[in-house]
């Protein structure tokens, strides 16, 4: 029987190689590690509703959230805000990351934006734009993940990814 006092510890061990553990099969070292990041939590089904009634407006299909989407866009929103910048090949090619994500032959979008403190205002932005307009109104999409990822210590302090697949 183990001592009682080692009980805590092996405890403790045992839950840091679980947590170690779970980054297993994602790239775990990003560029610009050195800003200090938070994921923030969204309300995905929210963000889909709201972009499958602007879908519905120009007569297209609506999303759904898709758990690895979101996983895609986790990753991106915090590697752009580890970065202190956007860009979609932060992290890997777009093509490559759209591959680990189960879209490498569908059709796949993603737009990324900083600085927007909300999803509607982030939403407006991209409606705003065309390139970021396209995407969201690409006929085949179905699924969306969509994350933010703030870095206070940076220019645009919040990060966003919003990824869509056929």
């Not at 932005?125 to 969306?144: C, D, V």
Request: hydrophobic share 45%; glycine share 8%; with cysteine.
């Amino acid at each position: 029987m183990p001592h009682p006092s080692s009980v805590p510890l092996r405890t403790a061990l045992l839950a840091a190689a679980i947590l170690s553990l779970a980054g297993c099969g994602s790239p775990s070292i990003l560029p610009g590690a050195d800003a200090p990041t938070s994921l923030v939590i969204l309300d995905e089904q929210a963000a889909a509703a709201a972009i499958s009634r602007y879908r519905a407006l120009h007569g297209l299909s609506p999303v759904t959230v898709d758990a690895g989407l979101v996983k895609a866009a986790s990753y991106q929103a915090t590697a752009n805000a580890r970065a202190g910048r956007l860009s979609h090949d932060l992290g890997g090619t777009f093509t490559s990351r759209m591959s680990q994500a189960g879209l490498g032959r569908a059709h796949a979008a993603e737009n990324l934006s900083a600085g927007s403190e909300t999803f509607e205002d982030v939403f407006a932005r991209w409606k705003a734009s065309p390139e970021h307009n396209r995407n969201m109104l690409i006929p085949q999409i179905r699924r969306i993940g969509i994350a933010r990822s703030d870095a206070p210590t940076t220019r645009y302090r919040r990060y966003w990814a919003l990824v869509m697949g056929g």
